[in-house]
């Protein structure tokens, strides 16, 4: 310390600038780092959006507000979402624009409203967009999207043009097919197609899925390089392979986080978007999910960067995730460049810096211990992290920066009670230097800019089940949604449709609409199903209008209590009432239809109406047909609780109308 004086000049600097620690060098002279790409969300894969547009204003807004306006909250650079396959890609299913070949609507879903409601926030917001699965007419009947590639690249395509022309959506990137094989066939059509387009401007992310092959493809193939802009790999852990940075391209994780966003979660996405870069040379990180808009029940409960779960109530959670993402989001923008001088810390953790260029530095800091960032991959060494002093000495154009903002997250795992990117005092540098005392699981960050805010709302209403009394005649248009409230597609889509021609109560109705099965993403049901309410419902009474448009083979049901859905929807359990258009009725306790209580004849036809009620009592239930009983049983081999269920005994179109529910 001799020959440098060292001033404190107030209590607060005390706390902070501690005896010189290790140095750490903060400076340009080596020339730059890589290209810093932004921080981003990702709404789908699958439905994870799915209840966020039922929220009633202002709840709607402000979720929204959190999530992507400039210094207010996470402040997202990237908005990446799923092009809807129709079929079930992890909580649900998302539409297609295109279900059959001759068909094009690009105002299905809800991808399209949450993409302008983010560019409306924020018109530099980066959009891109990625398949988890295809109409089962883009595969020709076969699970596999490239026999025929042209027709899968002029699909998505499609969706890219649609963006443009319906909503001004400039989609900057566009992927392969999420978490599957890549055909390097179709990567370069992909490519010719999208330039004879007239979308030179879109680049092509490779391939959502691990950093091999696809780094040995760009290798070995000039034209495959040259069509592809960016390595996208999903939960690399922090790191990435030789063979990947040779390829020279942009690296991603272009799929990471997945982790239940209590205090854990906000450790696990601090650690990796400082360690992606530090340790894998990753300049992009992008969440999934965005924000958990699905019930918690569903696969992978609350894996969003904030939680919006309950539309019926208004309220939702601000998640850690969220102003973890605000120490970088808010402070570095796209375009910006890495330093050199990032690295590890000492005595554990990590620190990034970036500049604009322009004189503008960022520095972020984290100090997350092992236990506490565990993400859904962990760290792979456990890092013994302790408390320390670190000092960071600004050189090359940052010599005489005089001073720093500094904002500070600190978690507290014991009494659950963290301070969340709180702005402290300036800090002075002193000879360009200045020394911070870090405790264990520690967020900071040191910028020149001055424009960061934490933003705030009132506190949203209070968490409420979903209510108990419920109805929706499929009548009041929730205008820019083609999908009523809260039904939760997990096989097939079930959409509003409105039959002119009909002269009585069913011009408007729910209708589902695949036909096909649909190239999958993972083991869609043979039967469709849509979900809806409080999982924990055990006693009630669901009826709904149902009508059946296969002649024979068609097939409807009413369920409650079914057990599961996601990945896991084949497999789901319930109480289940169908009626088939042969005329005949069956009782299961099983979507699949194989586990049999009861069945008879119910004198039900195609095209024309029927009332079904189920009444689900204990391990009693009994059904009724326009409101007579048709059936008893009193030894149900069911689930104890579950959502209610509508859907069709195959990929057919069914209608379903005047749905309502009463559970004790
Ligand atoms: C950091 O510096 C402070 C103030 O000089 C000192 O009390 C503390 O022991 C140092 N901490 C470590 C871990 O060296
Ligand atoms: C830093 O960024 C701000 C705002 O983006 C800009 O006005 C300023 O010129 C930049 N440079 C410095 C040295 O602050
Ligand atoms: C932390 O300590 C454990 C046990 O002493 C050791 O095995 C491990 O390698 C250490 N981790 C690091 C990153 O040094
Ligand atoms: C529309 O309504 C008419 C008149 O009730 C009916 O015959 C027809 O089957 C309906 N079409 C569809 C697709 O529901
Ligand atoms: C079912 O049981 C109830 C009450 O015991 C009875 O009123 C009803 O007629 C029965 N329905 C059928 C279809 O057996």
């Given at each position: 310390?001799?020959?440098?004086?060292?001033?404190?000049?107030?209590?607060?600097?005390?706390?902070?600038?501690?005896?010189?620690?290790?140095?750490?060098?903060?400076?340009?002279?080596?020339?730059?780092?890589?290209?810093?790409?932004?921080?981003?969300?990702?709404?789908?894969?699958?439905?994870?959006?799915?209840?966020?547009?039922?929220?009633?204003?202002?709840?709607?807004?402000?979720?929204?507000?959190?999530?992507?306006?400039?210094?207010?909250?996470?402040?997202?650079?990237?908005?990446?979402?799923?092009?809807?396959?129709?079929?079930?890609?992890?909580?649900?299913?998302?539409?297609?624009?295109?279900?059959?070949?001759?068909?094009?609507?690009?105002?299905?879903?809800?991808?399209?409203?949450?993409?302008?409601?983010?560019?409306?926030?924020?018109?530099?917001?980066?959009?891109?967009?990625?398949?988890?699965?295809?109409?089962?007419?883009?595969?020709?009947?076969?699970?596999?999207?490239?026999?025929?590639?042209?027709?899968?690249?002029?699909?998505?395509?499609?969706?890219?043009?649609?963006?443009?022309?319906?909503?001004?959506?400039?989609?900057?990137?566009?992927?392969?097919?999420?978490?599957?094989?890549?055909?390097?066939?179709?990567?370069?059509?992909?490519?010719?197609?999208?330039?004879?387009?007239?979308?030179?401007?879109?680049?092509?992310?490779?391939?959502?899925?691990?950093?091999?092959?696809?780094?040995?493809?760009?290798?070995?193939?000039?034209?495959?390089?040259?069509?592809?802009?960016?390595?996208?790999?999903?939960?690399?852990?922090?790191?990435?392979?030789?063979?990947?940075?040779?390829?020279?391209?942009?690296?991603?994780?272009?799929?990471?986080?997945?982790?239940?966003?209590?205090?854990?979660?906000?450790?696990?996405?601090?650690?990796?978007?400082?360690?992606?870069?530090?340790?894998?040379?990753?300049?992009?990180?992008?969440?999934?999910?965005?924000?958990a808009s699905y019930y918690e029940d569903l696969p992978f409960g609350r894996c969003g960067l904030m939680t919006a779960q309950e539309p019926w109530s208004g309220n939702y959670v601000v998640s850690s995730p969220i102003w973890i993402s605000a120490h970088t989001t808010q402070f570095a923008q796209p375009g910006w460049t890495?330093?050199?001088?990032?690295?590890?810390?000492?005595?554990?953790?990590?620190?990034?810096?970036?500049?604009?260029?322009?004189?503008?530095?960022?520095?972020?800091?984290?100090?997350?211990?092992?236990?506490?960032?565990?993400?859904?991959?962990?760290?792979?060494?456990?890092?013994?992290?302790?408390?320390?002093?670190?000092?960071?000495?600004?050189?090359?154009?940052?010599?005489?920066?005089?001073?720093?903002?500094?904002?500070?997250?600190?978690?507290?795992?014991?009494?659950?009670?963290?301070?969340?990117?709180?702005?402290?005092?300036?800090?002075?540098?002193?000879?360009?230097?200045?020394?911070?005392?870090?405790?264990?699981?520690?967020?900071?960050?040191?910028?020149?800019?001055?424009?960061?805010?934490?933003?705030?709302?009132?506190?949203?209403?209070?968490?409420?089940?979903?209510?108990?009394?419920?109805?929706?005649?499929?009548?009041?248009?929730?205008?820019?949604?083609?999908?009523?409230?809260?039904?939760?597609?997990?096989?097939?889509?079930?959409?509003?449709?409105?039959?002119?021609?009909?002269?009585?109560?069913?011009?408007?109705?729910?209708?589902?609409?695949?036909?096909?099965?649909?190239?999958?993403?993972?083991?869609?049901?043979?039967?469709?199903?849509?979900?809806?309410?409080?999982?924990?419902?055990?006693?009630?009474?669901?009826?709904?209008?149902?009508?059946?448009?296969?002649?024979?083979?068609?097939?409807?049901?009413?369920?409650?209590?079914?057990?599961?859905?996601?990945?896991?929807?084949?497999?789901?359990?319930?109480?289940?009432?169908?009626?088939?258009?042969?005329?005949?009725?069956?009782?299961?306790?099983?979507?699949?239809?194989?586990?049999?209580?009861?069945?008879?004849?119910?004198?039900?036809?195609?095209?024309?109406?029927?009332?079904?009620?189920?009444?689900?009592?204990?391990?009693?239930?009994?059904?009724?047909?326009?409101?007579?009983?048709?059936?008893?049983?009193?030894?149900?081999?069911?689930?104890?609780?579950?959502?209610?269920?509508?859907?069709?005994?195959?990929?057919?179109?069914?209608?379903?109308?005047?749905?309502?529910?009463?559970?004790?």
């Open positions: 310390m001799a020959g440098r004086p060292w001033v404190l000049v107030s209590a607060l600097l005390l706390l902070l600038s501690g005896s010189r620690g290790h140095i750490y060098p903060l400076s340009d002279e080596p020339g730059p780092g890589r290209v810093f790409d932004g921080i981003g969300g990702l709404s789908g894969g699958g439905a994870t959006s799915r209840l966020l547009v039922n929220y009633a204003e202002p709840y709607r807004s402000q979720i929204l507000d959190y999530l992507f306006k400039p210094n207010f909250g996470a402040s997202l650079h990237i908005l990446k979402v799923e092009i809807g396959g129709d079929a079930q890609t992890t909580d649900g299913t998302e539409a297609s624009h295109m279900h059959y070949e001759n068909d094009q609507n690009y105002f299905r879903g809800y991808e399209w409203w949450l993409m302008k409601e983010a560019k409306k926030r924020n018109p530099d917001i980066i959009l891109m967009g990625l398949p988890w699965a295809f109409p089962g007419w883009v595969g020709n009947g076969k699970n596999w999207p490239y026999d025929f590639p042209d027709i899968t690249a002029a699909y998505v395509v499609n969706w890219i043009l649609g963006a443009k022309t319906y909503h001004d959506l400039d989609i900057r990137f566009v992927g392969i097919w999420n978490e599957r094989q890549y055909d390097v066939k179709y990567i370069k059509l992909l490519r010719y197609t999208l330039d004879k387009s007239g979308l030179k401007r879109v680049g092509i992310v490779a391939s959502d899925n691990l950093w091999e092959p696809i780094s040995l493809s760009l290798l070995r193939d000039a034209e495959l390089s040259a069509a592809v802009d960016v390595i996208g790999a999903h939960y690399p852990g922090t790191t990435t392979v030789p063979q990947a940075l040779k390829t020279g391209k942009k690296l991603w994780a272009s799929e990471d986080y997945s982790t239940f966003n209590q205090e854990e979660g906000g450790g696990c996405w601090a650690r990796i978007l400082n360690q992606n870069y530090v340790n894998g040379h990753m300049t992009s990180t992008i969440s999934w999910n965005l924000v890495y330093l050199q001088t990032v690295g590890h810390l000492e005595k554990g953790g990590s620190y990034v810096a970036l500049t604009d260029g322009n004189g503008n530095l960022t520095v972020v800091i984290e100090t997350m211990t092992h236990e506490h960032s565990a993400c859904i991959r962990p760290p792979l060494l456990p890092y013994n992290l302790t408390a320390q002093n670190a000092t960071f000495q600004l050189k090359g154009s940052f010599a005489s920066v005089p001073e720093l903002q500094v904002w500070r997250s600190r978690f507290n795992f014991k009494t659950k009670k963290p301070s969340l990117f709180q702005k402290l005092p300036p800090l002075k540098l002193v000879d360009g230097s200045l020394t911070l005392s870090l405790a264990e699981d520690e967020v900071y960050t040191l910028t020149t800019i001055t424009s960061g805010r934490r933003g705030s709302y009132p506190e949203p209403p209070p968490s409420a089940r979903f209510p108990k009394l419920y109805k929706d005649d499929f009548d009041l248009r929730n205008p820019p949604f083609s999908e009523p409230p809260n039904l939760a597609d997990q096989t097939g889509v079930f959409e509003y449709f409105l039959n002119l021609s009909d002269p009585g109560p069913h011009v408007r109705t729910l209708r589902q609409v695949v036909t096909q099965r649909p190239v999958t993403w993972v083991a869609d049901a043979d039967q469709t199903i849509t979900v809806i309410g409080d999982h924990q419902w055990k006693d009630l009474t669901v009826s709904c209008d149902v009508f059946m448009e296969a002649a024979q083979t068609g097939g409807v049901f009413v369920a409650a209590r079914v057990d599961q859905g996601g990945g896991l929807v084949r497999r789901a359990k319930g109480v289940f009432f169908w009626v088939f258009s042969n005329g005949d009725f069956k009782v299961t306790s099983d979507l699949a239809g194989q586990t049999v209580l009861t069945e008879g004849q119910s004198g039900t036809g195609a095209f024309s109406w029927v009332t079904l009620t189920l009444v689900v009592k204990g391990q009693t239930a009994s059904g009724f047909l326009d409101g007579k009983p048709l059936w008893n049983h009193t030894a149900l081999l069911a689930p104890p609780s579950g959502w209610t269920a509508l859907g069709t005994r195959s990929f057919e179109l069914a209608q379903f109308d005047n749905f309502a529910v009463a559970a004790e």
